[in-house]
């Protein structure tokens, strides 16, 4: 059994840096880790206005412009932290995924880590990875297991049908744990689903979702609520037993019915799918789940999630 959750006395001592703090991941783990009780440094390169509420009358907050293609703005940000959360956002003169992105984002992984291995206060960083790192090749209906933590997507395969999502994150993510390794950083990878929340949208043409028929009929199409994202974040923190790699996903979508639920969740309501007709309704097929997170929910089977509640 996983050891329990970081003493209060502990966390009021700790400062953390989240980046990017102006991302949907980022602002939701300042949230969530100012609730805790950590001290925390909000790195963002975007809109200040997305955290401006939260460091207003919050003394346990502070703000950082940190640019992750500028190494010693990072620098600058991780400056007394015990821990690094990092999530990356494309870039405002760069938002789509297109094979241009993995240079950007690779570039983005090489220099948090190398600020990592500067700061001789950080003791653990979290990377926030993706699905679409693990589930992508030419095998992987031939593996007769489970997808799980050990499984790398093929950046060849990636390439090939253009799923530059799966190449961006792939190619990060393992810019990063060879940065970890060879500078002996303590990192853990929380590799998500499609993220879902019902504050935003996440829409059809989300670059998470190229191949999404493919994933659906491999039994690998998954997503994760942002709460539960955020709790497996700071879980795989607080727990000195974390290693390696966490699959992080909450609903898993096998079936006919489970499809069309989600189209419609992701389209317009103007766009949404209609009602299924007879041969659609009649379609009881069920695909066989081939992607397992139980490392993670052994991880998280003793985490107490924090009730989500404005913070003054």
């Not at 990060?172 to 590799?191: C, F, K, Q, Y």
């Not at 009881?284 to 404005?310: A, C, G």
């Amino acid at each position: 059994m996983a050891p329990p959750s970081l003493p209060d006395d502990v966390i009021s001592e700790k400062t953390v840096c989240v980046m990017d703090a102006s991302g949907e991941v980022g602002s939701a783990l300042v949230r969530r880790l100012l609730l805790r009780g950590y001290t925390v440094h909000a790195a963002l390169h975007g809109e200040y206005e997305i955290v401006e509420g939260l460091c207003c009358n919050n003394k346990k907050v502070r703000v950082f412009q940190a640019d992750p293609l500028d190494y010693h703005s990072i620098i600058n940000a991780l400056k007394g932290c015990s821990a690094l959360f990092y999530s990356f956002q494309p870039p405002s003169d760069h938002p789509t995924y297109d094979e241009y992105m993995a240079d950007v984002e690779v570039r983005a992984a090489h220099n948090v880590l190398e600020a990592c291995a500067q700061t001789e206060t950080i003791e653990k960083a979290i990377f926030t990875s993706s699905v679409t790192a693990v589930i992508w090749g030419d095998d992987r209906n031939a593996t007769p297991s489970d997808l799980d933590e050990r499984n790398w997507s093929d950046v060849n395969f990636c390439r090939k049908f253009k799923l530059w999502h799966g190449v961006s994150k792939t190619l990060a993510e393992r810019t990063a744990w060879a940065l970890a390794m060879d500078r002996g950083i303590n990192m853990v990878s929380i590799n998500g689903g499609l993220l879902m929340n019902s504050e935003s949208i996440t829409t059809i043409s989300n670059p998470y979702l190229k191949g999404a028929a493919e994933m659906f009929e491999n039994g690998v199409l998954v997503t994760v609520d942002l709460n539960f994202l955020v709790d497996s974040h700071i879980s795989v923190f607080e727990h000195s037993s974390s290693y390696g790699r966490y699959l992080c996903f909450d609903n898993v979508y096998t079936s006919n019915q489970d499809a069309i639920r989600l189209a419609n969740m992701l389209l317009p309501p103007s766009q949404s799918t209609p009602a299924p007709t007879p041969s659609l309704d009649d379609d009881t097929r069920v695909y066989q789940q081939r992607i397992s997170n139980k490392k993670l929910n052994k991880l998280m089977v003793d985490f107490k999630s924090e009730v989500e509640v404005e913070i003054k």
